[in-house]
């Protein structure tokens, strides 16, 4: 047993992260460090700098710009950059359709779209969910009706991330309404979203930001040619793609340098007792719960890869505890934040836009409130249950 | 033993709760908070015309002579509304010092005006560093002729904006004293608060002050109406914790996903009832928490159970905002659904006026 | 509103108080305090002294030695006799099996049973659940078959508190097997726990204490004349039991004595940094959120009382609550008693019979698996939620 | 980066498990617990036989020269079958203070008899108030002719009735020293512990004693002795929370109520799912808990790492060892189940050692 890497595996984390500090333009490090909004060009930017360097799909055939990471390397990769504090790589291009176009595109659809998801010229967004259609997704009701060379949409998705500044979009819909399992008679579609008949609705969140979106679709004409795999097979591309290796579902990286940072400003705020607060128990030893925790999750997201490693196989429903255990963190983080600054954490826009105004310190209790989205989406901390249940334990 | 409203408190909590329903709906609301002053000049009218800024002031002065339980109906009623207007801030803590410490002169000058709505008030007190730690005061009073000279930085002032007159705490060499400061003697940076209220930051630089009660003996009316203030919101968490619940359980019970209604689902059953319980739990806290401040024998006793009220409220809080928003899945987390207000307002209840621990040290100081 | 006993109950209060301080035998009330193991004697002995002053059964009617309290005045009872740390009346007779026979029986089995119920010259038990039906009652196998005047029992009871002690039992048992409706076909059957054919066997628990038994029926032949109600119906006589009010479901009264104590003895023990235990904040801050719940379930029982009285309806899903929260205090107050004597908690029993060995402080641990039963038994909290869910949320 | 055990670590955690299998079943183990001792000189023997009692020991006194991690496997091992024979005492206790600290004179004339399984030893440090402080020692050691005499009273010494030869703190004029004592000097009130184990109080009146390591340098020692201890206790843990665990998953996928089995109940199903990430947890924890030991840098690293999973295990201890009970029902709490008397071994790991909030703080102090 042993819990460090190898050298080799160190000398590929000291790569990546030299390469990080020294390629990673210093007003998105800014950025992130004061949780500002991203823009379109901000994520694109990160994203345009990576696939030059050849590492924005390491998962992908090496045809198509992919590298020969192993799980392992993936997982520092995606980690150092979460430590770091890198913008996201938009997963809607890169890890989600990319790699259903690799696995189920013609090679005509492979050479139209790959590229520029690749190289970061086109923004995706996913059209899964529906106003009845959460957790149970098989449930969906936009339909499509192939009327000669192409498809005519007509429906409603919604929790469309970034569908405002996206390009494309994919989508399930459902091609034949007749069959009476659910699963059947669902098509994966590419949908331009320029397209007429496309209208995007915002959909703000507490926090008040921007995020999620609701896309209504009324006669939108779509070339049969973007179909995806076979009419009525959409649901295993579905299956596909969520069963699709995911390395960073416990996002340790990024819990880690929230960590650090709480850590920092802890020690600066001052405690009831005029001591600073990291000093003061009561707080303290929330801190601490939650650092162990984290400490707990990054060696159990390794022994899940070392295992991966050995015997090739896919996660299971392991990734289904990274996700419920990381979720967990990165929301107790936030409000272990926001307490901290006592009553501080009230103020939260400024009324005559005063430049005075602390913007850092008014972000808290909104990101708190923001990330209690991360133990309900990408499959709810419930349904997460409901898969170890099932796959784990066989209840 | 008794656990009703008498007749009187009951009237007046359903002819808020009226009001509220009518003119005062989430859509009203909104738009209330979208305006340039974020509360309505019409619905303060309005509450002073149905008596509630005189409730628990003296009849000498207008008022009703009522005390914390008196209050209790109008803000579980407010808790449930979120009302944004500063009742809490004029009646719960800035008239409240000129009541509790006020000279005969400085009550008739002040009292009726907030009485009859006229007088908006604000407690500046809290500054940098101080955190819940009502002693820590930097701000310094100097004697300038017959009155006193201001001079300090206040932080999170509820209702500064639209306070006419503030209750300020700072020193003098007799200790921590209370001082009236008019609003044009103070610089105000107003912003609004995650829960939608209006806050400032208040500066004062040599503002002329006229003090309020004994110099040097602030403390024990800042703790006294800070404990008052506690019971308020305590009662007001009891409003918005109820509305948390009722609605989750509709959601629940109208929600379908797999062909049924998600609130068959045995687990989130169990979550809900947890929600139930908590919320019971909780007010029962909030009525020791009243009833204490209103009969205590001593200023320990009621700081103990204010302080045990404050510890339950705020951990069930945490715990009934957290489930309202992750039962009901992604709509509860948008800014159209109701419940995401009241997630927002719990969460500051939760710390105002001292947190969990702030309110765990104290409580285990006086035990 | 008001949360003070008002001047009436104030005085019954202080009755009872004086009362109690007066007739609690020394040598019970010390057993009680140490923890010790109570047996048939300790407990008759207290059942009889109430028995003397009318106070054994309040809510059994006048002529029966009842008297007329309200439900306040009932609840003041119970919890001073909690608080004083009195031997517990047994509910077997006083509150399960009388209340039946009062509301259920002959004129005849009224004079037969209800005396020695009530004096306590006889002691009872309850034969409800079996191995294959815990919290699903109505799956109870027993089998009764009548043949002339009497019936011939056959099967198994499990969780017999006391059965080992008892003189008798009253039993659930499935006199008709035939019908779909499992609730149909159960009689209610009152059995001398001396018929030959009866086997009782001990069910240590974990603690090492004896308090359960597993009791076989083979060919048991019991008088038709112990029938209660009529043949088939003795599902509507277990309702009507579950639903006899209960008044100290929460068992405040003894919690807050257990509180003090804890208070008391944490204030004896050395803490990590050498001061007072109950010093640490770490450790009295476990503390005071087991206090501020326990004095939010006293308030809240009282706002049910309240509504009780006035509304002169029986309590509903309410009592659920109350056996939620009742437990889990109960079960934090043994803990936190445990972890009070730290490493002083692993001692057991003396292997020499020690005369200076502390009997108290091992008793700590044991006591803690011990009360880990509190929300198993009595309807299960899992249980206790499913009523919640259904009798008050309509879910 | 590796998370298996290598071949050897492996061969022997599963000899010592086919062992315990055959021979420490939950029936044999409870004679053994019946009987005079409450241990089995014939399963002693068959550890040494196995190997294990020189396994962290150094090949010069006939061991194998392992760690921690070596020691996991075993340890895992025993929390399942809850073995009851004084292995922490000896090899995780107080052989570990004369491999660490004696002399080569001491380590000859004791090492090879542990690893023969010839001797038998205990640790005898905690005293009355001394809570999970390791450096309040009371008892105290003077000079008397070449060699020392100590006198006072230790508390729960874990083995204390099966030793042969005492480690005992004690106070010099030069501070916290360690001492060697045989056993017929001193005297031992035995007790069963709640987890069947046996320990007891011992005291020394003048009982001659040897020094062992440094005069006055005995806390380093103490520190890392007890970490070392604690790593494998919290190995055992895992062990006893995965059986905990599985027997449960068992219990639900059997048990019918209702017509159907209680695993069917989503309740359940997800309180169990919890079970399952807690012990993941654990384990992970344990894993650092071992490898840190055996590979930190200096002793805060090494303190720092094993009280951040003591803390872990700790709470999923409680966690585990309550929600089997619970989802067990009644029969969880008999002594006939095996699971009960997990349950019982997990709430003392849980605070053996020092419980969550010792090392909570002591966590804090090193960070």
């Known amino acids: ?395 | 033993m008794n656990f009703d409203y008498n007749e009187e408190q009951q009237l007046l909590a359903d002819s808020v709760r009226r009001f509220l329903a009518k003119d005062y709906g989430f859509e009203a609301r909104k738009k209330i908070v979208a305006s340039k002053d974020g509360w309505s000049p019409a619905v303060w009218a309005q509450l002073a015309e149905m008596g509630l800024m005189g409730l628990p002031f003296s009849p000498d002065h207008g008022g009703f002579g009522g005390g914390a339980v008196d209050l209790m109906g109008v803000m579980e009623a407010a808790g449930d509304a979120m009302l944004v207007e500063p009742y809490l801030a004029t009646v719960g803590l800035g008239a409240q010092f000129v009541a509790r410490a006020g000279s005969d002169a400085q009550k008739k000058a002040i009292l009726p005006a907030v009485v009859e709505g006229k007088l908006k008030m604000a407690f500046a007190h809290t500054e940098k560093g101080s955190r819940y730690n009502l002693s820590k005061v930097a701000a310094q009073a100097k004697k300038a002729g017959s009155g006193w000279e201001i001079s300090g930085e206040k932080f999170v002032v509820l209702g500064a904006p639209s306070a006419d007159t503030f209750v300020v705490s700072a020193n003098t060499d007799k200790g921590l004293s209370l001082f009236l400061v008019k609003k044009e003697s103070a610089k105000v940076k107003a912003y609004v608060t995650l829960d939608e209220q209006r806050a400032g930051d208040v500066s004062f630089s040599k503002a002329p002050g006229e003090m309020l009660g004994a110099e040097g003996g602030a403390l024990p009316v800042i703790e006294e109406v800070m404990d008052f203030a506690t019971a308020l919101i305590c009662a007001e968490a009891v409003g918005a914790m109820k509305f948390a619940c009722d609605t989750t359980l509709e959601y629940l019970k109208t929600r379908k996903q797999f062909g049924v209604t998600i609130g068959t689902f045995q687990a989130l059953q169990h979550r809900m009832v947890d929600m139930f319980v908590s919320y019971e739990q909780a007010k029962s806290m909030a009525c020791l928490a009243a009833s204490k401040f209103d009969s205590a024998t001593d200023a320990k006793d009621r700081a103990r159970s204010i302080s045990a009220a404050k510890i339950k409220i705020a951990d069930n809080c945490r715990h009934i905002s957290q489930e309202a928003i992750q039962l009901h899945g992604g709509m509860g987390m948008t800014d159209e659904m109701k419940v995401s207000h009241t997630f927002k307002r719990l969460t500051m209840i939760a710390q105002q006026f001292g947190d969990a621990e702030h309110h765990l040290a104290r409580f285990a100081k006086l035990s």
């Not at chain 1, 400003?265 to 003061?280: R, V």
């Open chain 1, 1 to 395: 047993m042993d819990l460090n890497y190898s050298q080799d595996e160190s000398a590929f984390r000291d790569e990546v992260r030299g390469w990080i500090k020294q390629n990673l333009p210093q007003d998105l490090r800014e950025k992130i460090a004061n949780y500002d909004e991203l823009g379109r060009e901000d994520l694109l930017r990160w994203h345009k700098i990576l696939a030059k360097k050849g590492w924005v799909a390491p998962a992908w055939p090496k045809d198509f710009g992919g590298n020969d990471w192993n799980v392992v390397q993936r997982y520092i990769f995606e980690e150092e950059c979460g430590f770091a504090g890198t913008p996201p790589l938009i997963p809607f291009g890169l890890s989600m359709c990319g790699p259903v176009i690799l696995r189920f595109g013609t090679p005509e659809q492979k050479k139209r779209f790959l590229p520029g998801i690749y190289n970061g010229d086109v923004f995706w967004c996913q059209g899964y969910s529906e106003p009845g259609s959460g957790s149970d997704l098989a449930s969906l009701k936009t339909k499509a009706e192939r009327q000669g060379d192409h498809y005519v949409v007509n429906g409603q998705k919604i929790w469309t991330t970034l569908g405002h500044i996206a390009d494309w979009i994919f989508c399930l819909v459902r091609t034949d309404s007749t069959l009476s399992k659910r699963q059947e008679g669902i098509s994966f579609l590419l949908i331009d979203m320029k397209t007429p008949g496309i209208t995007v609705r915002p959909l703000i969140l507490m926090d008040g930001g921007h995020e999620v979106n609701e896309v209504f679709f009324d006669n939108v004409k779509v070339p049969a040619e973007n179909l995806i795999f076979e009419e009525g097979k959409g649901w295993t591309v579905a299956k596909y793609l969520l069963g699709h290796e995911r390395m960073n579902t416990g996002r340790i990286g990024a819990s880690k340098r929230e960590l650090a940072k709480l850590k920092e400003f802890a020690a600066k705020q001052t405690g009831d007792d005029g001591k600073p607060l990291i000093e003061d128990s009561r707080f303290r030893d929330k801190l601490t719960r939650v650092e162990v925790e984290l400490m707990a999750l990054e060696i159990t997201n390794l022994r899940f890869l070392d295992q991966m490693r050995r015997s090739g196989q896919p996660p299971g429903a392991d990734v289904s505890m990274l996700k419920i255990k990381g979720t967990e963190i990165q929301q107790a983080l936030t409000e272990l934040s926001m307490q901290a600054v006592g009553p501080m954490a009230q103020p939260f826009k400024s009324v005559a836009n005063d430049p005075d105004f602390d913007e850092f310190t008014a972000g808290l209790a909104p990101r708190y409130c923001n990330f209690r989205k991360t133990t309900i989406y990408a499959g709810s901390n419930e349904i997460q249950r409901n898969i170890i249940s099932k796959m784990t334990l066989g209840l």
